[in-house]
């Protein structure tokens, strides 16, 4: 691919604005989570949602396999819980010990710090380059507020957990 057209790629989707969200899985015991930015809903009928887990992440690491994850969509006012699931790393922190949540479908945690959420089954997983895409299924769905979401362009200045 001619180095121009990846740049200029870049530059257009580098200035698009879109939610993060923090996904949470279960591995055996260990409780795993991320800040993502690259999700989308895939389908209305059935409904499907696609999150995509960076190759260098704990969450990937241990939960690649995984039947279940959590996806939360991050309210503006939670900078706090984006700097923990993205500018810290599993391998050498707990995050679980640093926020309040409870046990959600499948095991997966659930943030009391997100209430607008989702636990989806995977039903489909794939290589796409640096991350892999998991296609979800909803299993259990909760909102509780309408409150605007935390950003894409806000969480560029969280320095990643892992090595970038």
């Not at 389908?43 to 939360?72: E, Q």
């Amino acid at each position: 691919m001619p180095a121009d057209t990846v740049a200029t790629f870049h530059a257009l989707v580098g200035n698009l604005e879109h939610p993060m969200f923090i996904v949470t899985a279960r591995a055996d015991d260990e409780r795993l989570g991320c800040l993502v930015g690259f999700a989308t809903q895939m389908s209305i009928d059935p409904p499907r949602f696609a999150v995509c887990l960076s190759h260098k992440n704990r969450t990937y690491r241990r939960a690649r396999d995984t039947t279940a994850l959590g996806v939360h969509l991050v309210p503006a006012h939670a900078g706090d819980l984006a700097e923990l699931f993205g500018g810290e790393t599993g391998d050498e922190v707990d995050k679980f010990a640093r926020c309040d949540w409870r046990e959600g479908p499948a095991g997966v945690p659930l943030l009391e710090g997100c209430p607008n959420r989702f636990v989806g089954r995977v039903v489909w997983r794939a290589d796409a380059g640096d991350h892999d895409a998991y296609l979800l299924e909803p299993i259990a769905a909760e909102k509780e507020s309408g409150e605007d979401e935390f950003t894409f362009h806000r969480a560029k200045v969280i320095d990643p957990g892992h090595e970038a």
